[in-house]
């Protein structure tokens, strides 16, 4: 449904265009937040900021991206985090928002006028008593870029993120009650039902997903809510209709900081205060409105001034920039640190760094929450199968590519190999080798499919972590389950398929499981080799190289005995050996040890008669766990996503 859609059902926010462009929306606001929404907010302060990487064009000099910022958010205001491009707008939200993950930072930010943790600033704390509707989360940040499941519809997605965001202690209909809020504040109903879906399948619209974005922030009734561009992609209206709802937001208490590029004088003029960044320094920070403009003139006479009707967020990023550009950016910071206006700024600041140190027990218990997440792991577990593995199961793009290369494959063999172990003739055993060398082999080729589960989805995982909603374990179990899940039908029914029409001997237990197992282990393989790769295009390079060179090793190409000394460590560590020599002994086990070539038996040639094809079970199935640690500790600690 679109915005025009929305209006006709009467769902504006109080946005309404007629007004024209300039007028202050606060008295037009028809739709009212109910308590829920009701969060106290909490002063942000910034003090002396002064944040330094190491330079990317030079990786032996560092380079400040903040320099010396101060300033402060207040409860129940919007605040506007304004500049050229590169200025350091986002760098500066993502520091209050706690989230860089590189660089150094001097100064102090505070909440309440205490440091915060990690968690305590992103992490839902939990209150027990749960009161109907409290603030669980301290900050909440809505990132540029929308990071929504596509599977999902938009109240599915709201639902799965207060399932996972809000207490357990809390009951469903608490819970679905806070979502229906959500859908009426935010103007969702007529697109509730509809998929959120991905840049290929459409879904709803920019403006809807932005609404979303903001839902799903909200879910916690967050106390400081951040939000980096949200009205990048937008067209006018709906840029307006979103920022409505904002402004709404802050006028019932909760602290708002934006940072915004090109508003329309519409929403320029929900903005309370404004800051303004020109090369990492604050060359004006105070109220929005005609005392910024004012500012402005009076600080830089030889600048055309406004002119009637003209765009004034536009007049005065446009004035910075070409400042800037004649190398006076130095100049409009040490105009603004010798201003009256900074002066009364950090005054207030000071004023407010001493009063905020009274907290009351609220926020002491907001401020002091060390955990990562607010639900135990078998929630969270629970949570991720409800909502994602059951949309998966029922997904034929998600089934397709796990379900067809292995009927494709067990087809092809059993045409090929039509009864083949049946004739244990010496000039035959080379056949009955090369099936079930196949068959070890395509599982784990076959793990190339797994890689964009983990690939393609790294920015939703990497905010959803950020967001406190689940733990890595707890992602990567449910992950690797419901691959599980399906592998285990593939398998049941794709080993019965080749065990019996290629006539093969020994355990059909044996056979199966060691498919299993090899899919399995090629499952945690893959999710690895894409937890360490930075993109898709390393990931489908190095899974291949991997898998190709184990197939030197097996033992099937080149005899165990055959292979040089100094290469024999690798052949240890292959597990397709394990699983190829488990299928072999159970073929040839007994009186199935057959004469082959140079007068040795099968399993001689290959040096396998002294194997136990359980114990190589088990061998392959440690390679399985080993896997397994790896995909956990590359998606623990390896960061592709810096900031
Ligand atoms: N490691 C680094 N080395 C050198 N410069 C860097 C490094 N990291 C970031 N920068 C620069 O820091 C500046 C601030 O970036 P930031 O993303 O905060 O800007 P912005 O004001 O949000 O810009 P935009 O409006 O375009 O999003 C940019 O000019 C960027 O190129």
């Not at 449904?1 to 009467?10: N, P, T, Y």
């Not at 998929?195 to 909200?218: C, F, H, T, W, Y």
């Not at 006076?328 to 407010?352: N, T, Y």
């Not at 890689?451 to 374990?473: H, K, Q």
């Amino acid at each position: 449904m679109d915005a025009d859609a929305d209006v006709e059902k009467g769902h504006t926010n109080g946005y309404n265009p007629s007004e024209g462009g300039h007028s202050r929306p606060g008295k037009s606001m028809s739709k009212a937040l109910s308590k829920a929404f009701l969060s106290a907010g909490m002063v942000v302060s910034v003090k002396n900021v002064t944040y330094t990487v190491i330079n990317s064009q030079n990786k032996k000099e560092s380079i400040s991206l903040l320099k010396d910022v101060g300033g402060y958010i207040l409860p129940g205001e919007m605040t506007a985090l304004m500049g050229p491009s590169g200025s350091g707008k986002t760098t500066l939200l993502d520091l209050l928002a706690g989230r860089k993950t590189v660089g150094h930072m001097d100064g102090q930010i505070a909440f309440a006028g205490n440091k915060p943790t990690p968690q305590a600033c992103l992490y839902a704390p939990h209150l027990s008593p749960a009161p109907e509707f409290c603030p669980y989360a301290t900050a909440c940040y809505v990132e540029q870029f929308d990071t929504l499941l596509g599977t999902l519809t938009v109240e599915e997605m709201l639902m799965y993120t207060a399932e996972l965001k809000r207490p357990i202690s809390q009951s469903h209909d608490v819970k679905k009650a806070a979502v229906e809020e959500l859908i009426d504040v935010l103007a969702l109903e007529g697109c509730r039902n509809v998929l959120i879906g991905s840049a290929l399948s459409k879904g709803i619209s920019g403006g809807q997903a932005k609404r979303v974005n903001i839902g799903i922030a909200l879910v916690t009734n967050p106390r400081v809510l951040f939000l980096d561009e949200p009205t990048s992609g937008l067209d006018s209206y709906t840029s307006n209709e979103v920022m409505t709802v904002v402004k709404q937001l802050a006028s019932h208490g909760i602290t708002v900081c934006a940072t915004i590029h090109s508003p329309t004088p519409y929403c320029f003029n929900l903005f309370d205060r404004l800051m303004l960044l020109l090369r990492g320094s604050v060359v004006y920070f105070g109220p929005n409105g005609k005392l910024a403009i004012e500012y402005f003139h009076t600080r830089c006479p030889s600048i055309a001034g406004i002119k009637e009707g003209e765009n004034e967020a536009e007049w005065i990023v446009d004035l910075t920039t070409q400042a800037d550009r004649q190398g006076r950016s130095v100049d409009f910071a040490a105009a603004f640190a010798g201003s009256e206006l900074k002066a009364a700024a950090d005054k207030e600041l000071e004023q407010l760094l001493v009063e905020a140190e009274e907290m009351d027990e609220a926020t002491e218990k907001d401020m002091a929450v060390k955990r990562e997440t607010v639900t135990p792991f078998w929630w969270a577990l629970k949570t991720l199968f409800k909502y994602r593995t059951a949309k998966n199961y029922r997904s034929p793009d998600y089934l397709g590519p796990r379900v067809a290369d292995k009927l494709i494959f067990s087809l092809i063999i059993f045409t090929l190999y039509w009864k083949v172990g049946k004739n244990m003739n010496p000039d035959n055993i080379t056949n009955i080798a090369a099936v079930l060398f196949m068959w070890v082999c395509l599982p784990a080729f076959g793990a190339a499919s797994y890689v964009p589960a983990i690939v393609l989805e790294r920015p939703l995982f990497v905010r959803e972590r950020n967001d406190g909603l689940y733990r890595v374990i707890t992602y990567l179990v449910a992950k690797i389950l419901e691959e599980l899940g399906i592998a285990l039908i593939n398998s049941i029914v794709f080993a019965n398929l080749v065990f019996w029409t290629v006539a093969l001997k020994g355990s059909f237990a044996i056979f199966w499981l060691i498919y299993f197992v090899t899919l399995s282990t090629g499952i945690v393989l893959a999710y690895t080799v894409a937890a360490l790769s930075p993109n898709m295009d390393v990931a489908n390079a190095a899974l291949p190289t991997y898998v190709v060179s184990l197939l030197f090793f097996s033992g099937f190409l080149v005899r165990f005995d055959a292979i040089p000394n100094y290469w024999k460590w690798y052949s240890y560590i292959d597990f397709l050996k394990y699983a190829w020599g488990a299928l072999m002994k159970n073929q040839f086990n007994g009186d199935r040890n057959v004469q082959f070539v140079e007068g040795t038996t099968v399993l001689d040639y290959y040096g396998l008669a002294g194997i136990n094809p359980w114990v190589w079970l088990v061998i392959e199935a440690c390679f399985f766990i080993t896997f397994f640690g790896f995909a956990f500790l590359a998606l623990s600690y390896v960061r592709h996503v810096k900031r």
